[in-house]
């Protein structure tokens, strides 16, 4: 078995158990600093996993995370807050644990052992779709099963690990390997190996999202105003984008079923909602790419 860094013994927090409180929290704080300068060290990798899942975005494909334990959990968190934030298809990004649904909030003994099972898990992918490994050690034989079916079915895949001797990054086609050192517990991975992973998988959906065009410069415009918090958003998004008052942007809305970006077309070009939906529909739903064509003509 090759060596894994999760599982050193951190000398930074040899002594936690002596200190006050504060200073526990301090500790924490402190290795926890290291998280995005590790991520730092490989955002040339997370930009090239970006771009393979867009483009198997843009094919119809679909991403899906496979995990064990905390990675598991962690990718399926990632996963079921895509729909409200891009107004996707709650089947675009799934995430899939070692165990099945019982182990979400239950361990499952063994079940990142099981080869078969991930073998079995991994039925699902076809060749338009992305698969992504994540486990801290990158070791367990469920993501093994994973990687291999998901060769067998010709599905684009990638590891996302905390350990350069990690067994996934050997199997996957492409890798990440973020490096954070011992955990303040020793083989506590659900703290910086945890953050690592959540924060680069919040790179992979809106990095992936803005390519394909579910944003416009820094706004959700997708979103699914379905409680008054986010209807708010949707009234400033589209008062902001058109420039215009609030009150003609909630008019405007709620004459389009709440379409943002039915909303925000209609007030710039001056068109029908009719007119609207048609435009977007020639321009693949990309607002920008839809103003920029109504402008121009």
């Known amino acids: ?29 402190e290795e926890d600093k290291l998280v995005a300068l590790a991520i730092e060290d490989e ?5 090239r996993a970006v771009d393979i899942i867009a483009k198997q975005f843009i094919k119809g494909g679909k991403l899906y995370y496979f995990g064990a334990g905390t990675s598991g ?22 995430g899939i644990i070692a165990g099945g649904d019982k ?4 361990a499952v003994e063994g079940a990142e052992d099981n080869f078969e099972q991930g073998k079995k898990d991994a039925e699902v992918l076809t060749n338009n779709d992305v698969a992504v490994a ?26 996302l690990t905390c350990n350069h001797n990690a067994a996934i990054l050997e199997e ?33 959906t809106t990095g992936a999202m803005i390519k394909i065009g579910k944003t416009y410069e820094n706004f959700m415009i997708d979103l699914m105003p379905t409680n008054e918090k986010l209807k708010d958003r949707a009234i400033r998004i589209v008062s ?19 379409k943002v970006k039915t909303a925000i077309t209609m007030l710039k070009c001056k068109l029908t909602k009719e007119q609207a939906e048609e435009a977007l529909k020639h321009n693949c739903g990309v607002l920008r790419r839809t103003l920029n064509s109504l402008i121009k003509a």
């Not at 182990?103 to 239950?106: M, T, W």
């Open 73 to 94: 959990r962690i990718g399926i968190l990632d996963a079921s807050e895509c729909p409200p934030t891009f107004g996707v298809s709650p089947d675009m990004v799934q």
């Open 240 to 258: 902001e984008i058109a420039g215009v008052k609030v009150s003609t942007a909630l008019e405007t809305l709620m004459n389009c079923d709440w």
């Open 1 to 29: 078995m090759s060596e894994i860094i999760t599982e050193y013994r951190n000398e930074n927090t040899k002594n936690i158990d002596l200190l006050s409180t504060i200073d526990i929290v301090r500790k924490i704080n």
């Open 172 to 204: 996957a086609g492409h890798g990440i390997c973020v490096e954070v050192g011992p955990e303040v517990i020793a083989g506590s991975s659900r703290m910086k190996a945890g953050s690592v992973q959540k924060m680069v998988l919040n790179m992979l």
């Open 103 to 106: 182990a979400i909030r239950l």
């Open 43 to 47: 955002t040339e990798n997370i930009a």
């Open 134 to 159: 994540i486990s801290a050690s990158g070791n367990p034989k469920y993501l093994l099963g994973v990687l291999e079916k998901a060769e067998e079915n010709g599905c684009k895949t990638i590891a």
